[in-house]
């Protein structure tokens, strides 16, 4: 059953942020995942207080390949570079019912 992460990132450096969105991509994809929501063109409807970050909404096959790709050891330099390049929350969303 398909899985959707949502990954919000507060840029810290563009340069090393620039960096992991060269490569991201495939990252994701390694793990039948596909972004399928998010970019700078998106639309803040309502802002409390939480501030400004991009939002990238992600689907993967299954929550287990979600996980396989966010904790894939051979991804480690990609993640590093996410991390570093941006404060970010990845949150893994169950399907409703």
Not at 5 to 30: F, M, S, W
């Amino acid at each position: 059953m398909t899985h959707f992460v949502v990954v919000q990132l507060t840029p810290k450096n563009t340069e090393i942020l620039d960096r992991y969105l060269a490569v991201g991509r495939a990252a994701v994809e390694k793990h039948g995942g596909t972004a399928i929501a998010g970019g700078p063109d998106r639309k803040v409807l309502e802002e409390n207080g939480a501030g400004d970050p991009a939002s990238v909404l992600l689907s993967f096959p299954s929550g287990a390949a979600a996980e396989s790709w966010i904790n894939d050891p051979d991804l480690k330099d990609v993640h590093d570079l996410r991390r570093n390049g941006a404060n970010t929350t990845i949150t893994l969303l169950p399907p409703m019912a």
